[in-house]
Structures are given as C-alpha cells and as structure tokens.
C-alpha cells in the first residue's frame, strides 16, 4: 500500500513540475507547440497519481462503503475545478497565464514535497513501534 500512495505522490509531483515547466514557456506560437506536448506529460501524471489512489482506495474502502467514497472523491474533484478557476482567473488577469502555472507549479510541487515527507516520517515511527 505504501507503494501506491508515493507512486500518487510522485505523479502529484510530476504534474506539479510540467505545470511550472509550462509557466516558462514563451507566448509564441513555436511555445504553443510545446505547450500542447507538455500537456501530454499532464495527462499522463494524471495518470501516475489517479490509478495508484483509486487502486488504494479499492483495497482499503468496505465494499458496502466505496460507492460513497468514490462519490465524494469525485465531488470533491468536481467542485474544485471552478473554485479554482474563480479564484484564479481574476489573478492570471493580473499577473499573467504563465506566471499562474509557475506560481501552481512551484506550489504544488513543494505541497507535494512536504506531504511525502511527513507521510514518510509517520511510517517510519508507526513502523518503529510496532
């Protein structure tokens, strides 16, 4: 189990860089052309972080109770999005397109970061006192 929750962190992690990877990319046309395939490196960070926690999610939820589960999940998932895009958008009117997925980049990425470490930090003593 400890290897699908990191392998989610790692793709959490992915998806932050290619996102700050995107804020650097210059608003040119040649730089629209690598935006699109960096996006293809998104999706499959997506990838990396959704199919190692639905797994997770699939060994440890009661049968009975993983219909609920995924039902919040994807609330949760659905309700984000444009929260997100209103709080956003006003800002990247400010300050730029680009420097929004850097600043989320960067943000999520070292989020991310921490999260690991204290996930990792906690299984070690858990691991220790057993």
């Known amino acids: 189990m400890n290897r699908k929750i990191r392998t989610s ?4 992690f992915g998806i932050g860089i290619i996102s700050a990877v995107c804020g650097l990319i210059p608003p040119v046309f040649s730089g629209w052309l690598f935006f699109v395939g960096v996006c293809a490196g998104l999706g ?11 797994a997770y999610m699939q060994e440890t939820i009661a049968p009975e109770k993983m219909g609920r589960a995924f039902s919040v999940l994807t609330l949760i998932s659905s309700v984000t999005m444009p929260v997100g895009l209103f709080i956003a958008s006003p800002i990247a ?4 397109v680009n420097f929004c997925f850097l600043a989320a980049g960067v943000c999520m990425s070292v989020i991310t970061v921490l ?4 996930y990792a930090v906690n299984e070690r003593k858990k ?3 057993i």
């Open 44 to 54: 499959a960070f997506g990838n990396v972080h959704s199919i190692p926690l639905v």
């Open 9 to 12: 962190f790692i793709g959490l």
């Open 93 to 96: 009117e400010k300050v730029g």
């Open 115 to 118: 999260v690991l470490v204290c």
């Open 127 to 129: 691991n220790s006192k």
